[in-house]
């Protein structure tokens, strides 16, 4: 019923910056967070920052002062501003959003497929 599509991955050198994007469509009445996860090669998938309705937001420790999410409501998409990266910040990059498909149903939890960024010189 809701997809959610990632896009703006890549390679990029170390220093350097990549914006991801993903777009929410389907049945939709209101989405409340929507964040981003990254999962590297035999780790964990963690947290790298969260945003809510009223654009709160939340990082990592590791991210914090390179990394900005910002949303557009209207556009049901959330963007993930990533700067000075460094080669440990290669992962596959997931995002999530949290979404209620009817006025009186409960929210729902969505990913998308994954895009991968590459840090590398």
């Known amino acids: 019923q809701v997809q959610l599509v990632e896009s703006g991955g890549g390679f990029v050198q170390p220093g350097g910056s990549l914006r991801l994007s993903c777009a929410a469509s389907?049945?939709?009445?209101?989405?409340?967070?929507m964040g981003w996860y990254r999962q590297a090669p035999g780790k964990e998938r963690e947290l790298v920052a969260h945003?809510?309705?009223?654009?709160?937001?939340n990082y990592a420790d590791s991210v914090k002062g390179r990394f900005t999410i910002s949303r557009d409501n209207a556009k049901n998409t959330v963007y993930l501003q990533m700067n000075s990266l460094k080669p440990e910040d290669t992962a596959v990059y997931y995002c999530?959003?949290?979404?209620?498909?009817?006025?009186?149903?409960?929210?729902?939890?969505?990913w998308g497929q994954g895009t991968q960024v590459t840090v590398t010189s």
């Open positions: 945003i809510g309705s009223s654009s709160v937001t």
């Open positions: 999530n959003a949290n979404v209620r498909v009817r006025m009186s149903g409960p929210n729902y939890n969505y």
């Open positions: 389907g049945i939709i009445f209101s989405i409340s967070t």
